[in-house]
């Protein structure tokens, strides 16, 4: 008995589900034939609502491609992610088990023509939840590379981890960059500090403070200001300082405002030191705190002794803490 013979049969049969998932994935990937065209069409007219699976397989496929295209992501967080596919493999496995076992054999006896067959077929609910699973965990890799360059401060959620390293590293790469000539001249094109102070607090609908630039003469300086782009804000202000050590030297210092997001656990009166890595790898101190709703992040090169005197010149909160 000619064993390939039913098998060709019966993947020629238009009916066959198997024969519909294939022409349904060839669609989705747009290599359909002229004579497989016709027959989904033909299948179409008898089951309209099955047009939607083109469109699920399309956003599949792209969601996918996005998640294999991400930088690796952090052993915990792999770990999580086969921990929830795991439970969710479970439950499925435990609800539909007997219409599992019955798919597999068919898929045995149906031989090497199952190699091409469309993993959705098997039922939509397996489907769906398989597609959500990838979406979560698409999420959470994408999630992962915002702090992937360093652990997740003590405390702190995703959400508010992801942006502790974003920030971070924004506005330390921020501050280096315009302290060429340069850049600054490119970006801080407002050099009156009464000015700048009055269009962010317009903007922000809250009053800026910055430094009494009159009580600190010879020890700050005003370099310039202008618009920024800190995450999650959308409107924020770049205002650069030189601050005077007591030997003549000038030590870089940007003041990075904007409306509070909200993403940082701030309170008020308070002083925060961000640890992160960015600041570590290039040798800078950043501090945060939050005031009549505008959120301050101050870049700072001044040395461990100077850091008081500055934070103090930039009206800082006396008390501090770190995250």
Not at 83 to 109: G, H, K, L
Not at 227 to 235: F, G, L
Not at 268 to 291: E, H, I, M, P
Request: net charge negative.
């Amino acid at each position: 008995m000619n064993n390939d013979q039913p098998q060709s049969e019966h993947a020629q049969d238009p009916r066959d589900p198997m024969n519909i998932a294939t022409l349904l994935r060839a669609a989705a990937d747009g290599e359909l034939s002229d004579c497989q065209c016709k027959e989904l069409n033909a299948y179409f007219a008898e089951h309209p609502e099955a047009k939607s699976q083109i469109e699920f397989e399309k956003a599949l496929k792209d969601c996918c491609s996005r998640v294999m295209t991400k930088p690796p992501c952090p052993d915990s967080l792999r770990n999580k992610i086969a921990s929830i596919a795991a439970q969710s493999a479970n439950q499925i496995v435990e609800e539909t088990q007997q219409e599992q076992a019955a798919f597999a054999q068919r898929i045995e006896d149906a031989g090497e023509y199952t190699r091409s067959q469309n993993f959705w077929t098997r039922r939509p609910v397996i489907g769906i939840a398989a597609a959500l699973l990838l979406m979560v965990a698409g999420t959470l890799i994408w999630q992962s590379t915002s702090f992937s360059s360093g652990p997740i401060p003590n405390g702190l959620n995703i959400q508010q981890a992801s942006y502790y390293n974003r920030v971070s590293d924004f506005v330390v790469r921020e501050h280096n960059r315009c302290c060429d000539d340069k850049a600054a001249k490119s970006k801080l094109v407002e050099h009156d500090i009464n000015q700048a102070t009055q269009y962010f607090s317009n903007e922000f609908g809250a009053q800026v403070i910055v430094p009494d630039m009159a009580q600190s003469v010879g020890e700050i300086v005003f370099y310039g200001g202008g618009d920024c782009s800190v995450p999650s804000t959308s409107r924020s202000g770049h205002l650069r300082f030189d601050a005077i050590s007591s030997d003549g030297e000038h030590i870089a210092l940007s003041l990075f405002i904007s409306p509070d997001p909200g993403l940082l656990p701030l309170s008020d009166n308070v002083t925060f030191r961000l640890d992160s890595k960015a600041c570590k790898d290039s040798g800078a101190s950043l501090f945060a705190w939050v005031q009549d709703g505008v959120q301050y992040l101050l870049v700072s090169e001044a040395s461990a002794d100077m850091c008081a005197k500055v934070r103090t010149m930039m009206n800082a909160p006396a008390s501090l803490d770190s995250i």
